[in-house]
T-cell receptor, first 116, second 114 residues
Framework: AQKITQTQPGMFVQEKEAVTLDCTYD???????LFWYKQPSSGEMIFLIY??????QNATEGRYSLNFQKARKSANLVISASQLGDSAMYFC?????????????FGTGTLLAVQP | EPEVTQTPSHQVTQMGQEVILRCVPI?????FYWYRQILGQKVEFLVS????????KSEIFDDQFSVERPDGSNFTLKIRSTKLEDSAMYFC????????????FGPGTRLTVT
């Protein structure tokens, strides 16, 4: 069965510094996708970045990059130059493309607090 | 930019009452989902819907739950007889295709069962 593990319940980072949020996953499938979503205190889910299992390069979207290490089954999110508005809950998620549907399986999340 | 909308944003209901949560997915999307997030916990998959039928449901999605796409634009989640433990944020999401990598989430409906 698929599983996403986020071992950091909470993280602090100083404004303008970089931070890495950890995510490991477990799947027996060869074709899958990995996602990061941001959930601010207002509650909505905001898509940040995606990495496909066959993508050879790490995904980047502005200040977000995904450190994908396939052999270690990890997909860590790196936020560079943290801003106060980055304070939020961050969820790692996975989608199995070999299944009957493309539901997302989420981790338990990491609460990031950016300090001035 | 097109977006998924959900109404109401907050619903308070008494235990045992029926509730209908409404979603309007992005117009050219074909795959629709409901997820649930109990306060302080992770987001959990409830059900996926394609071609006017359920394609997958989780064990949470028991006989008290049903989904419907009544008119080609709305996508609804009905809880027949609410329980206290149904209190959660309910997210609707949609995607264009099976292999589309992004699911677009709505803003959520916070359901409070008293």
């Amino acid at each position: 069965a698929q599983k996403i593990t986020q071992t950091q319940p909470g993280m602090f980072v100083q404004e303008k510094e970089a931070v890495t949020l950890d995510c490991t996953y477990d799947t027996s499938d060869q074709s899958y996708g990995l996602f990061w979503y941001k959930q601010p205190s207002s509650g909505e889910m905001i898509f940040l970045i995606y990495q496909g299992s066959y993508d050879e390069q790490n995904a980047t979207e502005g200040r977000y990059s995904l450190n994908f290490q396939k052999a270690r089954k990890s997909a860590n999110l790196v936020i560079s130059a943290s801003q106060l508005g980055d304070s939020a809950m961050y969820f790692c998620a996975m989608k199995d493309y070999g299944g009957a549907t493309n539901k997302l399986i989420f981790g338990t999340g990491t609460l990031l607090a950016v300090q001035p | 930019e097109p977006e998924v909308t959900q109404t109401p944003s907050h619903q308070v209901t008494q235990m045992g009452q029926e509730v209908i949560l409404r979603c309007v997915p992005i117009s050219n999307h074909l795959y629709f989902y409901w997820y649930r997030q109990i306060l302080g916990q992770k987001v959990e998959f409830l059900v996926s819907f394609y071609n006017n039928e359920i394609s997958e449901k989780s064990e949470i999605f028991d006989d008290q739950f049903s989904v419907e796409r009544p008119d080609g634009s709305n996508f609804t989640l009905k809880i027949r007889s609410t329980k206290l433990e149904d209190s959660a944020m309910y997210f609707c999401a949609s995607a264009y295709g099976h292999s589309s990598y992004e699911q677009y989430f709505g803003p959520g409906t916070r359901l409070t069962v008293t």
